[in-house]
């Protein structure tokens, strides 16, 4: 297993989001992800494509639980070198209770800060604005 910033980076600026961005881009890897709404509610996926998925739920193009609850902020995640890892640990955080999933993201991020911030440009950063183009 590698990690990409959760553990290794300081959250909470646009600089420090967009330099997690970078190398997660560059490198071929899987992730496990944790996503929340304005509210707080959580959402625990998994993916080879981070970017392409945080965009998918931005945009609310699948229905469903993230779409239902307006699950728009990227506030965890995990890379990990092959598919099998994040799978594992998806499983081993849904099990959890909901105060470990809260004290996992505010280890990393306190502010629960949107990582992706900044990944898709000013027009791409706000669902609101996805269907103006």
């Avoid at 881009?25 to 998925?53: C, K, P, Q």
């Amino acid at each position: 297993m590698f990690l990409i910033g959760p553990r290794n980076l300081l959250f909470g600026s646009r600089r420090a989001a967009a330099t997690v961005h970078c190398t997660a881009h560059e490198v071929r890897a899987s992730y496990v992800y944790i996503m929340a709404s304005r509210s707080r509610t959580l959402y625990t996926g998994v993916t080879s494509n981070l970017e392409r998925r945080v965009i998918e739920h931005k945009r609310h193009l699948v229905a469903g639980f993230t779409s239902r609850y307006r699950i728009e902020r990227l506030v965890y995640f995990e890379a990990w070198g092959d598919i099998r890892g994040p799978i594992h640990r998806e499983k081993q955080i849904k099990a959890w209770r909901r105060s470990k999933k809260i004290a996992l993201i505010e280890s990393t991020n306190p502010a629960w800060t949107d990582l992706s911030e900044g990944w898709y440009g000013k027009a791409d950063s706000s669902p609101a604005t996805a269907g103006s183009e």
